[in-house]
């Protein structure tokens, strides 16, 4: 997954997650990749569009 430098760590994505695989910190998204589905969601949800598949 790649962030880009629109994301504001609001947490929209990370809490829409159905699989929990994305964390917030203070100023970086961590995603767990491996067990992603690719369901979009996270990407769909961002209200700046930061989130794009690699
Ligand atoms: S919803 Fe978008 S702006 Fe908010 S934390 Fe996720 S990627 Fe960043
Ligand atoms: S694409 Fe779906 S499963 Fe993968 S991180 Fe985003 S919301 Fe979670």
Redesign the pocket.
Known sequence: ?IVSEWCMFCGE?AG???????EVRELSLN???E?????????N?CPVNA?K?E
Request: charged share 15%; hydrophobic share 35%.
């Open positions: 997954m994505c829409l997650c159905p699989r929990n695989l994305i995603f767990n990749e067990n992603c589905k690719e369901c979009n969601l996270c990407v949800s989130l598949h």
